[in-house]
Nanobody, 122 residues
């Protein structure tokens, strides 16, 4: 069965960088739509960036230019490189996987979710 395990969350200061990782098992990362979402207590879950069929063309406007999503197809790992972090990036970050044929940041398209990793920026 499909499993997702995130890591890399931490507490950092404004302007610093972090890299999140998500290990996928039970499916092929090159044929799976994968994405990063985030959720803070005062906001709804927000799609951050998505990959599909081995490419990662899609990110939300709120992180474009600061965050980069990428795949390591050999290691089955999804990454999220986060630079120039802001206070408003504070959230629990989730990795998600699904079978969508095109990149999407609609949470309903992803049946599989990781447990989340906390990112705190202050």
């Amino acid at each position: 069965h499909v499993q997702l395990v995130e890591s890399g969350g931490d507490s950092v200061q404004t302007g610093e960088s972090l890299r999140l990782s998500c290990v996928l098992s039970g499916a092929s990362i090159s044929t799976t739509c994968m994405a990063w979402f985030r959720q803070s207590p005062e906001k709804e879950r927000e799609g951050v960036a998505a990959c599909v069929w081995g490419t990662c063309p899609y990110s939300s406007e709120s992180v474009r230019g600061r965050f980069t999503i990428s795949l390591d197809n050999d290691k089955h790992i999804l990454y999220l490189q986060m630079n120039s972090l802001k206070d408003e990036d504070t959230a629990v970050y989730y990795c998600a996987a699904g079978s969508a044929a095109s990149p999407t940041l609609s949470a309903s398209a992803f049946p599989y979710w990781g447990q989340g990793t906390q990112v705190t920026v202050s």
